[in-house]
């Protein structure tokens, strides 16, 4: 059983991340829609792991990241905010 859900999980996560890859590839055109379909990848996957408040911290930090095209740095906020 332990396994089983421990599999599960890592393939969640390992399409999440591939969702986020693509998602980041379109960054340039609209940092702000980018931002927001990050967010809510994040959101519909795990609903209750953030708070109001940390999920409004969460969507302006993810549009700087975009504004800025730093891929790396949205990465790293939805992998911090959503995988740990």
Request: charged share 25%; proline share 2%.
């Amino acid at each position: 059983m332990l396994q089983t859900s421990f599999t599960r999980h890592s393939i969640k996560k390992a399409a999440l991340k591939a969702a986020l890859d693509i998602t980041l590839r379109r960054m340039h055109r609209s940092p702000q829609r980018c931002a927001r379909n990050i967010m809510e990848l994040g959101i519909s996957a795990f609903p209750n792991k953030l708070s109001e408040e940390d999920k409004a911290v969460l969507i302006q930090s993810l549009f700087d990241a975009c504004k800025h095209q730093d891929a790396v740095l949205a990465k790293e906020l939805f992998c911090n905010s959503f995988l740990l």
